[in-house]
């Protein structure tokens, strides 16, 4: 199956620093990325989907100048949380389609701390 | 909007036991349904798919899920859980038009299974 790479897998930084973290596929070429973050004993929520080479969509309610979202190729997209504040601090996950498949693949997320 | 209901947040049982968890989505069009399995310490993976076809689709490790479309129901059985198998499950549909499909999570089923 695809592996789906992400990094860093664990972040700390101090409020109103900016954090980005890089997702990559490393099995195909990944037209679609999708971002997610996860509360504790919640589930996973839905961030934004982003197509390689076009802005990202985001879900309501999510800040699109807060977590900036590049899908620079077709194997990297980059989530970047902006001035973070401890609300923030949360498990970014972000997972992966190729072309038309029916199927994605999740990375093993990052868990970023917000002091 | 679509959603999905997992009956049960938290389950125990004792190894060799059957195992049935239980998924209700509520959606009115054409849907696909997937249950994902997160082991401890892991990322998400793929534990079987339903598009079309044989309502029982049968996935990994021995797992299998029943579509019942007059139920809006899908869940997922083994006859016989391992230790290996405590996890969080999630029953994950995903509906809407080619472009804008999107994977919607629910709340999850944490599975212990004792020794």
């Known amino acids: 199956g695809a592996v789906v790479s992400q990094h860093p897998s664990r972040v700390i930084c101090k409020s109103g620093t900016s954090v980005k973290i890089e997702c990559r596929s490393l099995?195909?070429?990944?037209?679609?990325m999708f971002w997610y973050r996860q509360f504790p004993k919640q589930s996973l929520m839905l961030m934004a989907t982003s197509n390689e080479g076009s802005k990202a969509t985001y879900e309501q309610g999510v800040e699109k100048d807060k977590f900036l979202i590049n899908h620079a190729s077709l194997t990297l997209s980059t989530l970047t949380v902006t001035s973070a504040h401890p609300e923030d601090s949360s498990f970014y996950i972000c997972?992966?389609?190729?072309?038309?498949?029916?199927?994605?693949?999740f990375g093993p997320g990052t868990r970023l701390t917000v002091l | 909007a679509q959603s999905v209901s997992q009956h049960n947040h938290h389950v125990i049982l004792s190894e060799a036991a059957s195992l049935e968890l239980g998924c209700n989505y509520s959606y009115g069009g054409t849907v696909n349904l997937f249950w994902y399995v997160q082991y401890p310490g892991q990322h998400l993976q793929l534990l079987l798919k339903?598009?079309?076809?044989?309502?029982l689709v049968k996935g990994i490790k021995g797992f299998e899920a029943e579509f019942i479309k007059s139920k809006f129901s899908f869940n997922l059985r083994k006859p016989s859980v391992q230790w290996s198998d405590t996890a969080e499950y999630f029953c994950?549909?995903?509906?809407?038009?080619?472009?804008?499909?999107?994977?919607?999570f629910g709340t999850g089923t944490r599975l212990l299974v004792s020794p």
């Open positions: 994950v549909p995903r509906a809407g038009s080619t472009g804008f499909q999107k994977l919607v």
């Open positions: 997972s992966v389609r190729e072309g038309g498949a029916d199927t994605q693949y």
């Open positions: 099995d195909f070429q990944a037209t679609t």
């Open positions: 339903y598009f079309s076809g044989d309502p």
